[in-house]
């Protein structure tokens, strides 16, 4: 299975716009790219994903490099309930959602 | 909200006991998984399900018996938890087939072993 490389954990101010990074080097043809986050004391939630091209939803938009080597998840406008460990995983054809440690990301009022 | 029950949501048992987390879905969505959560790991997956009676390995399965008798429900089985069992669990749901690609999680069940 495909692994993702994260950082560990970042910061960012209200109403500023975040990119959380995501490396996923040996990503095979057919892995979608997945967001998920975890607001504290809950089960991860859906973010958004993509196969090839950038992709927008009313929580985020996902940039996707011309190799597939890296993502870019971008938050337009953070808010303090942003505030979560973001997790970047690949779906294989097994469907094995293997998540990684994640970006904690804190938001600064 | 998609619709997955986990329960117990908080057991506390002791060691070489043997305990069954349920999962219970609404959604008749072909995948089931279950997840362990422990401070600076994230999610690990124990046991994943493909199907009735189709469970597969993830990457903490020993220790863990799973069973999927029925698309609704999915057990997870420590036959003697031990005190390195002691995690929160969540279960999650996946129709990969679908539209909807994403996978639901439920809210989690506190395990500890004493």
């Known amino acids: 299975d495909a692994k993702t490389t994260q950082p560990n954990s970042m910061e960012s101010n209200e109403e500023e716009p975040v990119h959380l990074p995501c490396n996923h080097s040996t990503i095979s043809g057919t892995d979608y790219i997945h967001w998920y986050r975890q607001l504290p004391s809950q089960g991860p939630e859906y973010v958004i994903h993509g196969l090839t091209s950038n992709v927008n939803n009313r929580m985020a938009s996902l940039a996707i490099a011309e190799d597939r080597k890296s993502s870019t998840l971008i938050l337009h406008r953070a808010t303090l309930r942003d505030a979560a460990v973001y997790y970047c995983i690949l779906s294989s054809g097994t469907y094995k959602y293997i998540f990684g440690t994640g970006t904690r990301l804190k938001v600064l009022a | 909200d998609a619709g997955i029950t986990q329960s117990p949501r908080h057991k506390v048992t002791e060691t070489g006991t043997p305990v069954t987390l349920r999962c219970h879905q609404t959604e008749n969505h072909r995948y089931m998984y279950w997840y362990r959560q422990d401070p600076g790991h994230g999610l690990r997956l124990i046991h994943y399900s493909y199907g009735v009676k189709d469970t597969d390995k993830g990457e903490v399965s020993d220790g863990y018996s799973v069973s999927r008798s029925k698309t609704e429900d999915f057990l997870l089985t420590l036959e003697s938890a031990t005190s390195s069992q002691t995690s929160v669990y969540f279960c999650?749901?996946?129709?990969?087939?679908?539209?909807?690609?994403?996978?639901?999680f439920g809210q989690g069940t506190r395990l500890t072993v004493v």
């Open positions: 999650a749901i996946s129709d990969p087939g679908s539209v909807m690609i994403e996978a639901f």
